[in-house]
């Protein structure tokens, strides 16, 4: 059974960076074929995808959230993590991690969900 669970501070402050790290068990980040997400949902807002990393470590972003957003990995801790600079107040949601299978749709595994509010 794969786990995913995030981490990071609740509350950043406008212009700040957010960052999060999602640890994941019972399954490795290198697994071939797999890709880890962050995705977000603002408050009463659906689902936005930021961006992904693959089993191999190149990434993806969201066109609109690119200039913004930066994820890496650790191996040695079975971690990747979210960078997102410059945050404003419309940067608040609750970000989720998650892993998909390489040209599959949808998400099997979800981590529950961390909120970040951007406020000074």
């Known amino acids: 059974q794969v786990q995913l669970q995030e981490s990071g501070p609740g509350l950043v402050k406008p212009s700040q960076t957010l960052a999060l790290t999602c640890t994941v068990s019972g399954g490795s980040i290198t697994t071939n074929s797999y890709y880890w997400s962050w995705i977000r949902q603002p408050p009463g807002k659906g689902l936005e995808w930021i961006g992904y990393i693959t089993y191999s470590g190149s990434t993806y972003y969201s066109p609109s ?20 600079s410059s945050v404003t107040p419309e940067d608040t949601a609750v970000y989720y991690c998650a892993r998909e299978l390489e040209a599959t749709p949808g998400y099997d595994y979800w981590g529950k969900g961390t909120l970040v509010t951007v406020s000074s």
């Open 65 to 84: 959230l690119k200039s913004r957003t930066s994820i890496s990995r650790d191996t040695g801790k079975n971690q990747f993590s979210l960078q997102l």
